[in-house]
């Protein structure tokens, strides 16, 4: 009788609108459906319009759909992009940030660049595009096998580089997708970008194909939506249950580094979080490392981020001199550099 009372009140609340003011706990018992979420009412509709703007002012006609769901994805067959519920309210993305330790998408720059990758997908699904033989020529066969991992090679210039982990190295779908999502910004940018990269290549192909079909209708104009929250009865808390348990596999090949600098939180007490330490001294450590380490903008991003990562998700943190823990996070994000370059390679699953 007690347990029925509790759900009958919990229950109004969200339909209600007024889960964004629940703890964490009582928000990862509500089902997706629940959370009532529609696009129209988010902040990323406005991210959703400006890339339809950035579409047209590039000459394209076709304009991908958009809805919630539980992640980032376009599906197959199905010219459309789904964005997570996260993305949708600032309650949400403190939830995921809490449980995952980031947030993909989680400022609009970066929001903007999962767009343009997602489009890339959806307008090769529109038009079809991997059926084309110039395509496979350039870009491999999308019939390929897609890995539940993929080894990457830093150093390469055959790939652009767009949202991170080298991702256009994992199959050639993806690396249309990147090399759309790049071909997006104005060309005499990704001209001087990647002046002298095999990967210019594609992006001029990229270029000639979209000149060839932007006025020309979509053969594909399913607007179906896959996964749909509104009809998601699993809770925020399976879900989370399910994700976590996926991103186990964690790179801790440098875990013994981040111990030897910082400290678990038990042993200092109220100390500063050695993550939020990284994070504000980012610009400065960036230009240190650019000068220092003579490596790409790509690849000192991509290490700054899998640091801070770590070790929030390690909860470490500072203790001593401001100066020393700054000498100490440049002599670590060098080493990893360094590592990541000799062995010119990493794995990253899928």
Not at 68 to 86: C, K, N, Q, R, Y
Not at 157 to 173: C, D, E, L, N, T
Request: with cysteine.
């Amino acid at each position: 009788m007690v347990t029925r009372q509790r759900k009958a009140r919990t229950r109004p609340r969200a339909e209600r609108g007024g889960w964004h003011s629940l703890d964490d706990e009582s928000l990862l018992r509500l089902r997706f459906r629940d959370l009532r979420l529609r696009l129209d009412d988010c902040p990323i509709k406005a991210d959703v319009d400006r890339l339809h703007g950035e579409l047209e002012r590039r000459g394209i006609r076709f304009k991908p759909h958009v809805w919630l769901s539980t992640e980032w994805f376009s599906p197959d067959g199905v010219p459309g992009i789904a964005a997570p519920f996260f993305a949708a309210h600032p309650r949400l993305r403190r939830l995921e940030q809490r449980m995952m330790g980031e947030v993909e998408g989680g400022n609009r720059k970066w929001r903007n660049r999962i767009l343009r990758h997602e489009a890339g997908h959806a307008l090769d699904t529109a038009y079809r595009l991997r059926r084309r033989k110039d395509w496979r020529e350039v870009f491999g066969k999308a019939s390929r096998p897609y890995p539940r991992g993929y080894r990457v090679r830093p150093n390469s210039r055959g790939f652009v580089q767009h949202i991170g982990f080298w991702y256009a190295q994992s199959h050639p779908v993806e690396d249309f997708a990147e090399t759309f999502a790049v071909w997006m910004q104005p060309k005499a940018r990704w001209r001087r970008e990647y002046d002298g990269w095999p990967a210019l290549e594609k992006l001029e192909y990229v270029d000639e194909l979209m000149a060839e079909i932007s006025e020309r209708a979509p053969a594909n104009r399913n607007r179906s939506v896959v996964a749909p929250l509104s009809q998601n009865n699993r809770t925020l808390g399976e879900h989370y249950r399910r994700k976590t348990a996926y991103s186990g596999r964690i790179d801790r090949r440098y875990d013994d580094w981040l111990r030897e600098i910082f400290f678990e939180r038990s042993s200092k007490g109220r100390a500063r979080r050695a993550s939020r330490f990284i994070s504000d001294m980012r610009p400065q450590l960036r230009r240190l490392l650019l000068s220092r380490t003579s490596s790409g903008p790509y690849l000192i991003d991509h290490v700054i981020d899998k640091i801070t990562l770590r070790a929030r998700q390690l909860d470490l943190v500072i203790a001593g001199p401001r100066r020393e823990n700054k000498r100490n996070v440049v002599w670590l994000h060098e080493n990893v550099i360094y590592d990541v370059l000799r062995r010119n390679r990493d794995y990253f699953a899928l």
